[in-house]
């Protein structure tokens, strides 16, 4: 299995409050991606980093943001959580970009009051 | 843009029986297509892909086919086991930069004795 960790693995916040979510990985690959999970809506792109400080947005960005200072952590920010970003929340990597796999980390389910 | 298109859930099935989940896909240039296996409480698993058209992707026991000419990427299986209960998601990854995946919104496979 890859060494993809995820923190917290669960978290509860109330509507308005700050949140950060932590990926680390122990893989040495370049990207990185956040993707939210939701029924009826499969897995949609948050934000994705290309490199250490190199990020692009996906298709569902409006209210994340999202930094990478070192290869193996990228966090994921919620400046102002509201109940709509209520969701599990994978990151996943890739060695290196064309037509390669992802794999996933275990996934923070997160709940906004 | 880039869609993946999957067959509505759930899907039971009895022990041994013959699964076929379809999935269709709209994408520019020539994406590579995977299907992911999502079991209770876990993250996505890669469980096979293929790059190019007409290739096949298979993995304990499971195969598809990469049909250019029909845009399809369905997932078979000739005798599911109780084990094999999870939520099946195909995806393509789009050409160009970053490896960025479009998933379809899966289909929940529930296999009974």
């Known amino acids: 299995d890859a060494g993809i960790t995820q923190s917290p693995r669960h978290k509860v916040t109330e509507t308005g409050t700050p949140v950060t979510l932590r990926c680390h990985q122990t893989?040495?690959?370049?990207?990185m991606y956040w993707y939210r999970q939701d029924p009826g809506h499969g897995l949609r792109l948050i934000h994705y980093s290309y490199g250490v400080k190199d990020t692009d947005k996906g298709e569902v960005s409006d209210g994340y943001s999202v930094s990478r200072s070192k290869t193996e952590d990228f966090l994921l920010t919620l400046e102002s959580a509201t109940s709509s970003q209520t969701s599990v929340y994978f990151c996943?990597?890739?060695?290196?970009?064309?037509?390669?796999?992802?794999?996933f980390g275990p996934g923070t389910r997160l709940t906004v009051t | 843009g880039n869609s993946v298109t999957q067959m509505e859930g759930p899907v039971t099935l009895s022990e041994e029986a013959f699964l076929t989940i379809n999935c269709t896909y709209t994408a520019t240039g020539y994406p590579s297509l995977f299907w992911y296996v999502q079991y209770p409480g876990e993250g996505l698993q890669l469980l096979l892909k293929a790059t190019k058209a007409d290739d096949k992707g298979s993995n304990k026991g499971f195969e598809a086919t990469y049909r250019k000419e029909t845009t399809s990427f369905h997932l078979e299986k000739g005798s599911v086991q109780v084990s094999d209960s999870a939520v099946y998601f195909c995806a393509l990854s789009s050409t160009g930069t970053a490896s960025k995946l479009t998933f379809g919104t899966g289909t929940r496979l529930q296999v009974t004795l």
């Open positions: 893989e040495n690959h370049r990207y």
């Open positions: 996943a990597i890739s060695e290196t970009s064309g037509n390669y796999e992802q794999y």
